[in-house]
Each structure stands twice: as C-alpha cells, then as structure tokens.
T-cell receptor, first 114, second 109 residues
Framework: DAGVTQSPTHLIKTRGQQVTLRCSPKSGHDTVSWYQQALGQGPQFIFQYYEEEERQRGNFPDRFSGHQFPNYSSELNVNALLLGDSALYLC?????????????FGPGTRLTVT | DAKTTQPNSMESNEEEPVHLPCNHSTISGTDYIHWYRQLPSQGPEYVIHGLTSNVNNRMASLAIAEDRKSSTLILHRATLRDAAVYYCINNFGNEKLTFGTGTRLTIIP
C-alpha cells in the first residue's frame, strides 16, 4: 500500500501565476482534504472533497479551488499566486464515516512563490 | 473545535520519559482529545486519542485530567526518532482537524 502520495514534491512559481497540485489517496479511501502549512505554523484546513464535490471549506479565498476525480484522486488549484501562498500543501485521505483519526496525510508539496 | 495551548518547545534526553502537556480549558463535553505528530519533512500522523479515561497504545500513553481541561502525552522512552512537532487537538466527529502551533520536541542523545 503506497499510502497517500502527492506530486510534485517541490514547486517554484512566480507571483500571479497559477499552480495545480495533485494527490492520490490511500487505497480504499474516498475522501480527500487539503491543508496549507506556512513555515512554523500548524496545518490549516483548506477544503474537503467527497463524491467529487466540495463538502467543507476553511477560511480561504476563491483563488483556491479543487477537484476530485472518479478514482478519488484530487487536485488543488491556486490562481493569481501571492507571496503569502508559499507553504507546504498537505493532502489527507480518509474513508467517509470512519473516525477522524483514521485520516492519513501525504508528505506534502512545498510551493515557493517568488 | 476548542482552542488548545501547548508549550512552543521541549527537550528531553534519549531513553528517558517525556511528558508533553496540553491545556484545553474550553473543551466541550463531547470533544475527543487527539494527538498528532509531524516528523521532519513528513505530514502529520496520528498518535493517540481519548475522551475521559487514560489511554495506552504502542506509541504512547494519554493522561486526561479529571475535569478534562488538560491532558498529557507520555512517551515512555524517547528515541531520536521521536523528535517531531506534537499537536494536541480537540475534535468531535469533524473530519476537519484544527491544528495549533504544537510543541517542538528535541531529543538529546
């Protein structure tokens, strides 16, 4: 079992550009959540996808959007990048209905905006 | 989710027990107390959780105060691999985890 995988590992973008990050959930999982972790801070919840729909959303602007595919994998898109978007982006997968601690995180994608 | 308060950092000697405290004075009666840790260059991983009674698993023990306003994560014999940021989270059935800044644990060889 490969666990949760994310790509790419690292990414450098310029302010104003757009970026797409990808996540493959752990085998058997159907729900994907995305978190942003700024340097020295804890992860902050962006949104969650289940059955290809956004189910919950944290306090993030509309520049942050996502998608879930029929195979449960997910993408996080960020438009009009700002310097403050530089962070580690974490994906977590789970199976709907199971306790919150049955949520597994990937290693993250480190995004640097210059 | 209720707010939790943890020390920014702690140090411990290798092979000694470590007690990581967490205050959660506004915890509701139905909130569980979860602990996660984040090893360097990795995503967070679940450590342990409890509601009212003390809990043990293969990774750690969780001691919960009688009034539930605080808890302590206990690593019985710290190793260098336990160096990480430890997060205490109150949560009830919500798949959205609310992380604070956690405690950075340094293990001294």
């Amino acid at each position: 079992d490969a666990g949760v995988t994310q790509s790419p590992t690292h990414l450098i973008k310029t302010r104003g550009q757009q970026v797409t990050l990808r996540c493959s959930p752990k085998s058997g999982h159907d729900t994907v959540s995305w978190y942003q972790q700024a340097l020295g801070q804890g992860p902050q919840f962006i949104f969650q996808y289940y059955e290809e729909e956004e189910r919950q959303r944290g306090n993030f602007p509309d520049r942050f959007s996502g998608h879930q595919f029929p195979n449960y994998s997910s993408e996080l898109n960020v438009n009009a990048l700002l310097l403050g978007d530089s962070a580690l982006y974490l994906c977590a997968s789970s199976l709907r209905g199971l306790p919150v601690y049955e949520q597994y995180f990937g290693p993250g994608t480190r995004l640097t905006v210059t | 989710d209720a707010k939790t308060t943890q020390p920014n950092s702690m140090e411990s000697n290798e092979e000694e027990p470590v007690h990581l405290p967490c205050n959660h004075s506004t915890i509701s009666g139905t909130d569980y107390i979860h602990w996660y840790r984040q090893l360097p260059s990795q995503g967070p991983e679940y450590v342990i959780h409890g509601l009212t009674s003390n809990v043990n698993n293969r990774m750690a023990s969780l001691a919960i105060a009688e009034d539930r306003k605080s808890s302590t994560l206990i690593l019985h014999r710290a190793t260098l691999r336990d160096a990480a940021v430890y997060y205490c989270i109150n949560n009830f059935g919500n798949e959205k985890l609310t992380f604070g800044t956690g405690t950075r644990l340094t293990i001294i060889p």
